[in-house]
């Protein structure tokens, strides 16, 4: 396994949304988004994750916001660009091309929809990793994908992809990161992909989170993840508390149309724009997120409404 430096891939790495406008991705507001993380606290982000609707992206549209998010970064802060798609020659084109714009490292989730049995998922990762030399994560979302991962095909692609450092693992399922990190030892980055389980999952031995909620609340999030890995545990149960409302409603929908209204809503966002099939907010889901929003002290109550929809 790739030995990397003991503070990089630890932390808070929220997974960006994609801003539009009129139709287009609006590469202005999301290098400000990047600026923001950074002036924030989060220890790093990650381009064209799952919150950033990256199957509504073309291939150039993923790649051109990857360029953006290292120019925003400036070297502050680390850049993960997400290059997996459903094609094998997409994910090649988007790895060779965040490489070539100074991404620090790559997250690959398992090809989605075409359900592959394992051999093939090693075979995949395989091929990938060794197209370069950037530390690779894989993405693990069976509900998204509708794969799942085991422990033996995990421990098979870091036996044969030294760049292999860690995982996202985006399902309620504690025991699998205990397996592979008895298994492949505590050098293995896990990042918690399920936001409610950001405390329970960083305290069996992830090293942090890649949170929609980290669009939201930065400070909080990473502040959570510092106190994990400080070992302050009261502290860190503390701050999941405080988040675990916030984190409950980034799924009172597909994600990430709540977390793109919260934004909107806060004035973190201009619009909340998405590509079909994803679709703005209801009224009442507007409403709903709202009360959410006031019982975290983040809006008041007698703030005006925006027009809502349907």
Known sequence: MQRLREDFL????????TPFKNGAVDYETYARLVERQVAEGSHGIVVNG???????LCV????????????AAAGRIPVVAATGGQSHADTVAMTAAAE???ADALLVVTPYFVRPPQRGLVEYYVDIGKRSGLPLLIYHIPGRAAVNMTVESIAAIAEKVPTLVGMKHAVNDLNLVSEVLARLGFDFRVFVGLEDLSFPMMAVGAV???NAVGNLMPREVAGLCEHVLAGRMAEARAAHFALFELNQAVFFDTNPIPMKY??????????????????PATSELAKRLDQVLERAGLLSAASPRRAQIG
Not at 10 to 17: A, D, F, K, N
Not at 50 to 56: F, K, L, Q, R, V
Not at 262 to 279: K, T
């Open 100 to 102: 070539k714009a100074g």
């Open 50 to 56: 799952t919150t950033a609707e990256p199957s509504t």
């Open 208 to 210: 942090g989170v890649m």
């Open 60 to 71: 150039e549209e993923r790649n051109r916001l990857v360029e953006v998010a290292v120019k």
């Open 262 to 279: 919260m934004m909107q809503r806060l004035g973190i966002l201009p619009n909340e724009e998405h590509r079909l099939p994803m679709v």
């Open 10 to 17: 630890r932390g808070s790495y929220p997974p960006l949304v």
